[in-house]
């Protein structure tokens, strides 16, 4: 049973134009969100985080939106940049059982020069 | 700090084999987590040690198993293979002596069942 969907399995936009990659979760216990990104060949990298305490997190050009009650998140990459293709994965934990983090499947993002 | 690392990066084996993969954390990181990754499915979690304790553990079957040792190093072992076991498996610590969460990932080994 997937927790953490991303029902977009890719994403082109132009340079220097607006990404916004989402995120949808069922277990409305999840309180903690990430976002990684992934490179061919390479781990995931860790991108930014938000806690359900907010509602949004900010880091240079990118922006995670949390909607708790509509269980959304989404990650808006301002302005896109070539090097910002990749694989684009959302996570989600429920802090207060564990640490286990259950992770989307993937949104592969181009960026168009 | 050197990343996480992972050995070996490539590996193939046959059905009905066993396989042993190798983490070591960045320094000072006791969490270590396993994920499976296979085109469709994202990252699925295997399970996570901590301190040498399995602290969580995925809904996969006991032909997984790992280890930690007690320099936060860690072992996955699969046994009795199966082509379905073809997979990037990465390995991914943490620091647990903050309110952060982010995990570091390494490179993953890929694993080849034929």
């Known amino acids: 049973d997937q927790q953490v969907k991303q029902n977009s399995p890719s994403l082109s936009v132009q340079e ?42 900010e880091d240079g050009r990118f922006t995670v939106f ?16 070539p090097g910002d293709s990749a694989v684009y994965f959302c996570a989600a ?11 989307g499947t993937g949104t592969s993002l181009t960026v168009i020069p | 700090k050197a990343g996480v690392t992972q050995t070996p990066r490539y590996l193939i084996k046959t059905r009905g084999q066993q396989v042993t993969l190798s983490c070591s954390p960045i320094s ?5 987590s396993w994920y499976q990754q296979t085109p469709g499915q994202g990252l ?7 301190s040498e304790t399995q602290r969580n553990k995925g809904n996969f079957p006991g032909r997984f198993s790992g280890r930690q040792f007690s320099n936060s ?9 199966e082509l379905g076991d073809s997979a990037l498996y990465l390995c991914a610590s943490r620091t647990t002596v903050s309110l952060r969460y982010e995990q570091y990932f390494g490179p993953g080994t890929r694993l080849t069942v034929t």
């Open chain 1, 66 to 81: 949390l909607n708790k009650s509509a269980k959304h998140l989404s990650l808006h990459i301002v302005p896109s940049q």
């Open chain 1, 16 to 57: 220097g134009r607006i990404s916004i990659l989402n995120c949808d979760y069922t277990n409305s216990m999840f309180d903690y969100f990430l976002w990684y990104k992934k490179y061919p060949a390479e781990g995931p990298t860790f991108l930014i985080s938000i806690s359900s305490i907010k509602d949004k997190n």
């Open chain 1, 93 to 103: 934990s429920d802090l207060n059982t564990g640490n286990q983090f259950y992770f």
């Open chain 2, 28 to 32: 000072g990181h006791r969490s270590v």
């Open chain 2, 73 to 81: 190093r860690s072992e996955m072992n699969v046994s009795t293979l």
């Open chain 2, 44 to 50: 699925q979690f295997l399970f996570e040690y901590f």
